[in-house]
């Protein structure tokens, strides 16, 4: 976990590899998932490139997004 203590931010990876770059560092990830703080929704099925540069992570992939089991508000949508 990230972030605050009330509201922490959770990463789940299946398959992470990564290298340095003259920016920081980056790589693909597989099977990624978690939860951003207290917004009421999973990620789930992550694949994708993430990099970490100037302290900030960043994550472009495709991946599976849902509500949490306490909301019922829309059903499961997928991005691309």
Known sequence: SIGPQDTPVH???????GR???????????????RIGTIPLIL???NGDWRFD??????RAAMTVRDSPASSRSPCRISR
């Open 44 to 46: 789930e099925q992550g």
């Open 11 to 17: 990463l789940t990876d299946a398959s992470l590899d």
């Open 54 to 59: 100037k302290g900030a992570l960043a994550f």
């Open 20 to 34: 340095m770059t003259a920016q920081g560092f980056g790589g693909k990830a597989s099977g990624a998932g978690g």
